[in-house]
């Protein structure tokens, strides 16, 4: 009886033990962007949210890597975090050659977005994108993202302002953003990432909507119709300039 109790003890350890080594997880994972790409919009983008979670009970520093495939031809990437948006050429957020060590620090139960955007260029096609997560100085990859994307043509007559259509820029910004001309927004809303709304704007043709006085970081902007459903939610990283 004693042999069989301690042989059932070290079975329920092994099933357990992976359980622990569980340090982050992504959700959605994967996720996706399928869209119709605005011929009208030079600047139209596809985004992939995530958010990336320490579920661990330590506080982490995780390193994310980009691991690239054959992209349509025109196609860029680039992925954000709650330190920055960095341009397509990065494709890590620690790269020695350019002087880049920018870990995503987490602590534990903490979060950030982890989004990939893709710039079609007005071109048609699509690809995953995979996202490599290792801690500290270990190169050991304990987290892949998957982000699809597929994005095709429509018309050039098509003027319809729909959904994905809406455009947030700057994005990362200083103290303001604006929405794309022709947006059928009423009123714009900000909230932090506890929740808690601390901007409401009425959205008027070109204006400018300011975030300055907020603290850097990560806001959720809600675009909302003129019966305060909303259109469209977009993350923001506001931060302070840096050359």
């Not at 960095?86 to 790269?95: A, G, K, L, T």
């Amino acid at each position: 009886m004693k042999q069989l109790l301690l042989l059932f003890t070290f079975s329920l350890a092994a099933i357990l033990l992976p359980a622990q080594d569980v340090v982050l997880s992504l959700s959605p994972n994967p996720s996706e962007a399928n869209d119709i790409i605005n011929m009208n919009d030079p600047n139209y983008e596809l985004v992939a949210y995530a958010t990336l979670t320490n579920v661990s009970s330590s506080p982490v520093s995780v390193r994310w890597n980009r691991i690239m495939p054959t992209l349509p031809m025109g196609w860029e990437v680039l992925v954000c975090d709650n330190t920055s948006c960095y341009p397509p050429f990065v494709s890590s957020n620690i790269m020695p050659e350019f002087d880049l060590d920018a870990p995503v620090i987490l602590a534990p139960g903490g979060t950030s977005n982890l989004d990939v955007h893709v710039l079609p260029h007005q071109f048609a096609g699509s690809t995953t994108v995979n996202i490599q997560f290792t801690i500290g100085t270990d190169t050991t990859t304990v987290l892949t993202g998957t982000y699809v994307f597929n994005a095709s043509l429509t018309s050039s007559t098509n003027n319809g302002a729909g959904k994905q259509d809406i455009r947030v820029f700057p994005n990362p910004t200083v103290d303001q953003f604006q929405l794309s001309a022709g947006s059928q927004v009423s009123r714009v809303a900000v909230y932090n990432t506890l929740g808690r709304q601390v901007r409401l704007f009425d959205a008027v043709e070109g204006r400018r909507y300011s975030l300055a006085g907020l603290p850097d970081g990560m806001y959720m902007v809600s675009l909302l119709d003129s019966r305060y459903r909303n259109i469209k939610t977009v993350r923001v990283i506001k931060r302070a300039f840096r050359p």
